[in-house]
């Protein structure tokens, strides 16, 4: 089991605004990174830190953290989007780093 | 910019040695940590460890007793090793380059894994 709790699976309609969630411990003192995957291919980050997108990372793509619980939101998502998203960030203990279980999203 | 590329064998025997080396391109190794990812089929991401330049390792509590993470500067690469394995540690192993941020007070708040490999499937199986 991991650290890091994500929701299995998430659906939102398409413009629609989605919030996927990633609740641990550790997110009480540290940031989460976020990544994408799509079937195939390797993950890409999307988030990480407070708030910062890497370049290329459409604008529509935000995080941010309350309490123990890191959230990526997709305002307005579109069809391109449906992948898994990953959260990231150091455990409990602070040594090591865990990722979340993932969650599914489908872009209906 | 930066490249990282995997590469090693496909297939390995139960109870041998996985040996995996990522090769750094458009950038020197000599900086920030590097890292090894594995996803098995249909799962998720699981960190095995990181490696910094200078030879400074952390490992998955849940891996350590057999893995080893190195670094070697001359040739811009950095290499995992993972023994005694089994159809468990069937997977797609990535390598990634990780950067690690730090609050004003010069406490660890953050971290990035990016770039990443694009990964190579290793099977494990008599």
């Known amino acids: 089991s991991s650290e890091l709790t994500q929701d299995p699976a998430v659906s939102v309609a398409l413009g629609q605004t989605v919030r996927i969630t990633c609740q641990g411990d550790s997110l009480r003192n540290y940031y989460a990174s976020w990544y994408q995957q799509k079937p195939g291919q390797a993950p890409v980050l999307v988030i990480y830190?407070?708030?910062n997108r890497p370049s290329g990372i459409p604008d529509r793509f935000s995080g941010s953290r309350s309490g123990n619980t890191a959230s990526l939101t997709i305002t307005g998502a579109q069809a391109e989007d449906e992948a898994d998203y990953y959260c990231n960030s150091r455990d409990s203990s602070g040594y090591h780093l865990v990722f979340g279980g993932g969650t599914r999203l489908t872009v209906l | 910019q930066v490249q990282l590329q995997e590469s090693g064998p496909g297939m390995v025997k139960p109870s041998e040695t996985l040996s995996l080396t990522c090769s750094v391109s458009?950038?020197?190794?000599?900086?920030?940590?590097w890292g090894w990812i594995r996803q098995a089929p249909g799962q998720g991401l699981e960190w095995i460890g990181y490696i910094y330049y200078s030879g400074t390792t952390s490992y998955n509590p849940s891996l350590k007793s057999r893995v080893t993470i190195s670094v070697d500067t001359s040739k811009n690469q950095f290499s995992l090793k993972m023994s005694s394995v089994t159809a468990a540690d069937t997977a797609v192993y990535y390598c990634?380059?990780?950067?690690?941020?730090?609050?004003?007070?010069?406490?660890?708040?953050?971290?990035?894994?990016?770039?990443w490999g694009q990964g190579t499937l290793v099977t494990v199986s008599s």
């Open positions: 458009g950038g020197s190794i000599n900086s920030d940590y």
């Open positions: 990634a380059r990780e950067v690690d941020y730090y609050d004003t007070r010069g406490y660890y708040s953050y971290n990035r894994f990016d770039p």
């Open positions: 830190g407070k708030n």
